[in-house]
């Protein structure tokens, strides 16, 4: 069985990186932020794929060996997901006023709906809710969640994997003040990471966490690209 290591998560991370600014090199000079923002997503997403079948080669691994194993009775879970966007954004909403934050706590969510073009916007939209769900989930829930698990076990892995989940999250973080933002944004997606990493827990595999983490995604992805003025409800 192939034994995981810290680097195969940083490698598929920084492949990522790579990739994301690779491809905006590409769009340098256009005056479209959500051009921007396709190819960037894009580059990025391809990055973390290429370093991924890189690392799994290398280790002489399958995606199975990571947990990956979608049935099509995962197809309930993203239902829970679409619950589990409402819930949060419920719950940690007292939280938000609290820090007297009344804007987005994310770029991305203040650039995506300048998308324009139905082309592009479809684009995204399988962009953000199925292919950035599949490759978080094997990064964090597949390569990451093995790394911590082979060495503390599963408690730990549901744990670790939720709180560099959540700081994986931080990137983007704007407004006009980030480190207030930051505050909502650790502890939102801290709790997001447990329900995803239990579920790998109770499962052994990734399909329902993918689904969840679809629902999650599609809910912002549709108010985002096809309805902004309902993202400030």
């Known amino acids: 069985m192939p034994r995981w290591t810290v680097g195969d998560f940083v490698w598929v991370f920084?492949?990522?990186?790579?990739?994301?600014l690779l491809a905006a090199t590409s769009v340098l000079f256009?005056?479209?932020?959500?051009?921007?923002?396709?190819?960037?997503?894009?580059?990025?997403q391809a990055g973390h794929v290429v370093a991924l079948v890189l690392v799994v080669k290398?280790?002489?691994?399958?995606?199975?060996?990571?947990?990956f194993d979608v049935r099509p009775s995962d197809g309930?879970?993203?239902f829970f997901g679409v619950f589990l966007q409402f819930a949060v954004q419920f719950a940690f909403l007292p939280l938000?006023?609290?820090?007297?934050i009344d804007e987005?706590?994310?770029t991305l969510t203040e650039v995506i709906p300048t998308v324009e073009g139905l082309a592009l916007k479809t684009l995204l939209m399988v962009?953000?809710?199925?292919?950035?769900?599949?490759?978080e989930e094997i990064m964090f829930r597949g390569i990451l969640y093995k790394v911590v698990d082979q060495r503390w076990g599963p408690g730990a892995a549901i744990w670790v994997t939720s709180l560099v989940f959540s700081l994986f999250h931080l990137v983007g973080v704007g407004g006009s003040d980030p480190l207030r933002a930051a505050v909502l944004v650790i502890p939102l997606f801290f709790v997001?990471?447990?329900?995803?990493?239990?579920?790998?827990?109770?499962?052994?595999?990734?399909g329902p966490p993918i689904f969840t983490h679809a629902g999650f995604n599609l809910v912002s992805a549709l108010i985002l690209l096809f309805a902004p003025d309902l993202a400030g409800l």
């Open 14 to 20: 920084v492949g990522g990186i790579f990739g994301s």
């Open 30 to 44: 256009t005056t479209s932020l959500g051009e921007v923002l396709a190819v960037t997503l894009l580059g990025q």
């Open 58 to 67: 290398r280790r002489g691994a399958s995606m199975g060996d990571l947990g």
């Open 76 to 78: 309930v879970f993203l």
């Open 96 to 100: 938000a006023r609290l820090l007297s």
């Open 104 to 106: 987005s706590p994310q």
């Open 127 to 135: 962009s953000l809710a199925l292919v950035a769900p599949v490759l």
């Open 192 to 206: 997001v990471g447990l329900v995803l990493a239990v579920q790998r827990r109770r499962h052994d595999r990734l």
